[in-house]
């Protein structure tokens, strides 16, 4: 079975900065995308940062310029570096992962979209 575990969350006043993390394990055979979604009480959940197994990034208007996605691939671990953070960043926040992967029971192959638990993200003084 395959986990995908986030980590990083917490408390931080506004102007500080949170480095999250998310490691893939399992029987991976290979991770195509990976990303980052949030939703805050009372608001649609939006995606955050993606960044694809060619290296290319995508990002929201709200975080350009503050968040940076980035990768590890010897580790399966994304990660979201973010900085300068405003109490509207306030959220859950959920890694997406588009894996292929081996079904243990049978040996064969599947790929589809795989969800971590979430991280409670919260900014304020």
């Known amino acids: 079975q395959v986990q995908l575990v986030e980590s990083g969350g917490g408390l931080v006043q506004p102007g500080g900065s949170l480095r999250l993390s998310c490691a893939a394990s399992?029987?991976?055979?290979?991770?195509?995308?990976m990303g980052w979604y949030r939703q805050a009480p009372g608001k649609q959940r939006e995606l955050v940062a993606a960044i694809r197994s060619g290296g290319s990034t995508n990002y929201a208007d709200s975080v350009k310029g503050r968040f940076t996605i980035s990768r590890d691939n010897a580790k399966n671990t994304v990660y979201l570096q973010m900085n300068s953070l405003k109490p509207e960043d306030t959220a859950v926040y959920y890694c997406?992962?588009?894996?292929?992967?081996?079904?243990?029971?049978?040996?064969?192959?599947?790929?589809?979209?795989?969800w971590g638990q979430g991280t409670q993200v919260t900014v304020s003084s």
């Open positions: 399992g029987s991976i055979l290979s991770i195509y995308a």
């Open positions: 997406n992962a588009d894996m292929t992967i081996v079904v243990v029971t049978t040996g064969k192959t599947q790929s589809a979209d795989y």
